[in-house]
């Protein structure tokens, strides 16, 4: 999940303009928060129970709307909620998550 993490926030660096202009940042922010959501539904309830203060149920739609973007009749994934997660979530998850490794939680 930190890797995912490294490569959101390598993208985040390059700003709001990028990911809206260049579509291989673009590609690769969601692409990221589509295997970082992925990764954290494979984690043991034990893990998500120990760590109450990551929002693991929200994960799973944005998930959702990023891989599954292109079902018909879907609509499109928000770059607004996208860039939000990213930019205000991820650093936050990224933080508890480290802590977690360590046993440092922080709920």
């Known amino acids: ?9 390598e993208n985040v ?6 990911f809206e202009k260049d579509s291989s940042t673009k590609y690769a922010t969601e692409h990221a928060v589509e295997l ?10 034990e893990f998500e129970a120990a760590n109450p203060s990551i929002p693991w149920k929200g994960l799973r739609p ?9 079902d018909a009749g879907r609509p499109p994934v928000d ?7 990213v930019r ?11 802590a977690a490794e360590y046993g440092n939680h922080l709920d």
Not at 2 to 7: D, F, K, Q
Not at 36 to 45: D, G, I, N, P, T
Not at 62 to 70: C, G, I, Q
Not at 88 to 98: E, G, H, Q, S, T
Request: net charge positive; proline share 4%; with cysteine.
């Open 1 to 9: 999940m930190l890797r995912h993490c490294e490569v959101i926030a």
């Open 13 to 18: 660096a390059k700003g709001r303009t990028a």
């Open 36 to 45: 970082f959501s992925e990764a954290a539904e494979k984690l043991s309830s």
């Open 62 to 70: 944005l998930r959702r709307e990023v891989a599954h973007s292109y």
């Open 79 to 85: 770059p607004e909620r996208v860039w939000r997660f």
């Open 88 to 98: 205000d979530d991820v650093p936050k998850i990224v933080r508890k998550l480290k």
